[in-house]
């Protein structure tokens, strides 16, 4: 154990800030930051413990994966009481898919912490829905399961899982958004602009305005993808008054 | 809640004995026994919720998974820490296999318990494995992660999950044993009879004796398996005198 701990701290650049920003992240104390560090190591650092075995954050994904898992079965379980085997099967594998892991790597902008010999630009998209996986699997390590569930419903199942936009019956946030806008008469503005700062790929921020008050922002890679964040943020702010096309 | 205990209490007919047949297969006490009726009643029963829900287990079923796959993989992580994702995922689907989850939910005679329209011997292997995953999901909802986690290390981890035996190193548990009887100058006796009582297939007993001691007891449906039963059984209780080929 002490060893590990050794070589890490031996080897990670920021120790100063790790556990401010893991802290952060998580939204409770890590108590044992080791945990968290394997989850940001990437094999290019070739790190061993004294028995030669590999220290980096590939068999945490395997964990983390597990508990991920294990907590959306759960919550959708007792959630959709209607729903099948199948149907939950089918649920779970859209919340779970690797496009969405990698865009709540990429918000909680985990490629950040990772130590490594490689340049990030060198990454594949995987490696944010990956660091995610690992980052949970960091979690039960150290906090146990419990932790892992509320992570797990404060950054994935709050702010996503939401079962009628997965059964595919709101198919854009945008279309909803415009429709109420007309119908109250209130007036709407998208104000896209490129936001590509530092980034390798070009980015797109954009404020959604409602009666010329600003709603909701986001950025994302596309002008699309940005225009359908804001317009979901704007829906969740503005829920009780909009409803769904399907809903009760 | 009340509505689906009422419904069920008025479809069990074995509500007497249910809590202490169910009490003795957990070893601890069931908080909520309506969870464990829903784990034993078959769809065939018909029986919906006040809002049509079917109430059987076959939802229970998908949560039962999704523990004993998250319970599984962090005994993987911990226990085998040269082993890499690849080799976690593959040790995994093998302890979590259809055909052994038939053997467990065998050797606690599960489907006993079982209400249902269909008689027994129409059921295919598979219920065996089904109502134990059903059973697992039963444990979560009535106590939690740590109980099932608890249910998993008594009946699944501690008498099956032996890694070298999962990673094919022994081949067979028999040949072991004859090999250490006649290095060690021991007598064996492998006793086998006829023990079918009422099940629906034929089944095989066996009596394992060392130096005319009966050392360990197996039941299955085949002479070869209740021998390689009552062999491994023999090897764990000497497994301090027996060394295994590939042990260190």
Chains 1, 2 share one sequence.
Not at 207 to 217: A, F, P, R, T
């Amino acid at each position: 154990m002490k060893n590990i701990r050794n070589i890490l701290n031996s080897r990670f650049k920021r120790n100063g800030n790790f556990f401010m920003e893991i802290h952060k992240i998580l939204g409770f104390k890590p108590k044992e930051v080791k945990f968290y560090k394997v989850a940001f190591t990437h094999r290019s650092m070739n790190l061993k413990d004294s028995k030669g075995n590999a220290i980096n954050y590939e068999r945490l994904e395997f964990l983390g994966d597990a508990m991920l898992s294990s907590v959306i079965a759960s919550h959708l379980y007792l959630e959709v009481p209607s729903g099948d085997e199948g149907y939950l099967t089918k649920m779970r594998s859209k919340i779970v898919s690797r496009e969405h892991l990698n865009e709540l790597g990429k918000e909680l902008k985990l490629i950040n912490l990772v130590e490594s010999k490689i340049p990030q630009g060198q990454f594949g998209d995987n490696i944010h829905g990956n660091l995610f996986e690992a980052l949970i699997g960091a979690i039960f390590l150290d906090r146990g399961y419990k932790y892992c569930e509320k992570f797990i419903y404060t950054r994935v199942i709050i702010p996503y899982v939401d079962i009628e936009t997965l059964e595919g019956k709101v198919i854009s946030y945008k279309s909803l958004l415009i429709e109420w806008c007309q119908k109250e008469k209130k007036t709407f503005n998208y104000n896209v602009y490129d936001d590509t700062g530092n980034d390798q790929l070009r980015h797109f921020s954009v404020k959604l305005s409602i009666n010329d008050k600003v709603i909701s922002k986001a950025r994302a890679t596309s002008k699309k993808k940005a225009e359908e964040k804001a317009s979901k943020r704007a829906f969740f702010a503005l829920q009780n008054k909009i409803s769904k096309p399907n809903s009760v």
